[in-house]
């Protein structure tokens, strides 16, 4: 099952790249315990057997999906020199490869000018966001959306700036009317709008908070490392398009491409509108920055040592599938969506099911039917078992229960959550499996209904 046949291109690639090392007086590198590699690679091997197949569509649980094999091979190579992209002195090449990288994800939401680098992930990104957010509007708060992610609320605290939830709606998006009740007071700084929730890929209306944003003069950062890459997609719902196509007009954004973009963990990418907000980032060093007059990227980033692999890996991918609408990349967004609304659909049409609103993105929310929340929440945790016992993983989310009225007009009057199945189909291959995952499904809701 595990990919295999691009290892030949491997081995060619490093005879390529240790040939250009050919002038260098040959000596015997030291690898201590060398004789016994093959026996504890055998031992990593047998440990990491304890996983779930997160590379095949039987998994379609959590945000976990197998980087692209060029990029996995790029990141190989790249370790057998193992460059730090902070100062150019640790990593020449593949710093120039992290600006082209980065600049191309810039272009993709239409920023020509912008200042960024990438680093480990979203939450890193995030608070380099919320950080340059507090020095623009120091001691202003930090408000996102109750279906943010959880990670705003903890930046702020070790930022020491002032952070409040927004309501939302019960489509899982911000609700405006709360957000221009809240920064009537005058004390927001940031607004962060979220652009695919990691529970439910819901995005919030971020052209109704650009107009708050003239009107009240906030500053707005899109969350964007899950949903980022679907700008590209072509099949959007008309509220989710308007709200990607207006990207290029938020101050900050993040977005990760060890989500959609194919990578291996941990590449996350911070992007900022206005290259001004380098001033924030100034800092000296008595030895760091002198071998070259061109920017470094340690001068623009609150990490200091990065690995360079990681700009190696994305520079490849975005090499071989380019991010451009329409693309062979692109594509593969529009079949994740595909599957999503193909699952939303037929369990929809199941009298055995209730689902939650329409999936903006590749995230479906549902729960078995049943008399009252708190059977209804029982039972999906006894699918969840049931399915991962034949071979298919989803996840748990807590969830409101009026995120499902539509589909249980009787849980309207619920005020709490209710447990809910939540399947993440990011594979482009989900779309081809979900006649196998809605088998399986059925089997454990009869299965657990039985046992009543």
């Given at each position: 099952?595990?990919?295999?046949?691009?290892?030949?291109?491997?081995?060619?690639?490093?005879?390529?790249?240790?040939?250009?090392?050919?002038?260098?007086?040959?000596?015997?590198?030291?690898?201590?315990?060398?004789?016994?590699?093959?026996?504890?690679?055998?031992?990593?091997?047998?440990r990491l057997r304890d996983n779930y197949p997160y590379f095949h569509p039987l998994y379609a649980g959590q945000m976990l999906t197998p980087p692209h094999p060029v990029a996995r091979l790029a990141y190989a190579l790249a370790m057998w020199i193992n460059p730090n992209n902070h100062a150019l002195d640790g990593g020449r090449a593949s710093s120039a490869m992290e600006k082209e990288a980065v600049a191309e994800l810039a272009a993709m939401f239409g920023w020509k000018n912008h200042l960024?680098?990438?680093?480990?992930?979203?939450?890193?990104?995030?608070?380099?966001?919320l950080w340059v957010a507090g020095r623009v509007h120091p001691e202003k708060k930090i408000v996102a959306s109750g279906q943010g992610h959880y990670t705003h609320a903890r930046i702020s605290a070790v930022l020491q700036l002032p952070f409040e939830s927004i309501p939302g709606d019960r489509f899982g998006r911000m609700d405006l009317g709360a957000l221009e009740q809240r920064v009537k007071r005058g004390d927001i700084g940031t607004v962060v709008v979220t652009m695919g929730a990691t529970a439910t890929g819901a995005i919030d209306p971020l052209p109704g908070i650009l107009n708050l944003r003239e009107k009240y003069g906030f500053r707005v950062h899109a969350d964007a490392a899950y949903g980022g890459y679907f700008t590209l997609a072509n099949n959007l719902s008309a509220p989710a398009r308007q709200a990607f196509d207006r990207l290029s007009e938020v101050d900050s954004l993040v977005i990760d491409p060890h989500k959609h973009g194919l990578q291996p963990y941990g590449c996350?990418?911070?992007?900022?509108?206005?290259?001004?907000?380098?001033?924030?980032?100034?800092?000296?060093?008595?030895?760091?920055?002198?071998?070259?007059?061109?920017?470094?990227?340690?001068?623009?980033?609150?990490?200091?040592?990065?690995?360079?692999?990681?700009?190696?890996?994305?520079?490849?991918?975005?090499k071989l599938l380019p991010l451009a609408p329409g693309g062979e990349f692109a594509q593969g967004?529009?079949?994740?969506?595909?599957?999503?609304?193909?699952?939303?659909?037929?369990?929809?049409?199941d009298p055995r099911w209730i689902v939650g609103f329409e999936p903006e993105l590749d995230i479906v929310i549902y729960a078995p039917r049943d008399a009252n929340a708190q059977t209804i929440s029982r039972r999906s945790r006894e699918i969840f078992k049931e399915a991962a016992s034949r071979g298919l993983h989803v996840a748990l989310a807590e969830l409101p229960a009026n995120f499902f009225a539509d589909s249980a007009p009787e849980l309207k009057s619920e005020a709490g959550t209710i447990t809910s199945l939540r399947s993440v189909l990011m594979k482009p291959e989900h779309a081809d499996w979900i006649p196998q995952i809605l088998r399986i499904l059925t089997e454990a809701e009869d299965s657990t209904r039985r046992r009543l």
């Open positions: 099952m595990l990919e295999r046949d691009t290892l030949k291109e491997f081995l060619a690639a490093v005879d390529r790249l240790d040939a250009s090392f050919a002038n260098l007086p040959p000596f015997e590198p030291a690898i201590p315990g060398r004789e016994r590699i093959a026996e504890v690679l055998n031992q990593a091997t047998d960024g680098h990438l680093c480990s992930g979203g939450t890193f990104a995030n608070l380099e966001a996350g990418c911070i992007l900022f509108r206005d290259p001004a907000a380098g001033q924030f980032y100034k800092h000296d060093s008595p030895y760091t920055y002198f071998s070259s007059g061109d920017l470094h990227l340690g001068e623009i980033s609150l990490e200091c040592s990065r690995p360079g692999a990681t700009a190696v890996a994305l520079w490849a991918t975005q967004l529009a079949k994740s969506r595909e599957a999503a609304q193909a699952l939303h659909r037929a369990l929809a049409n």
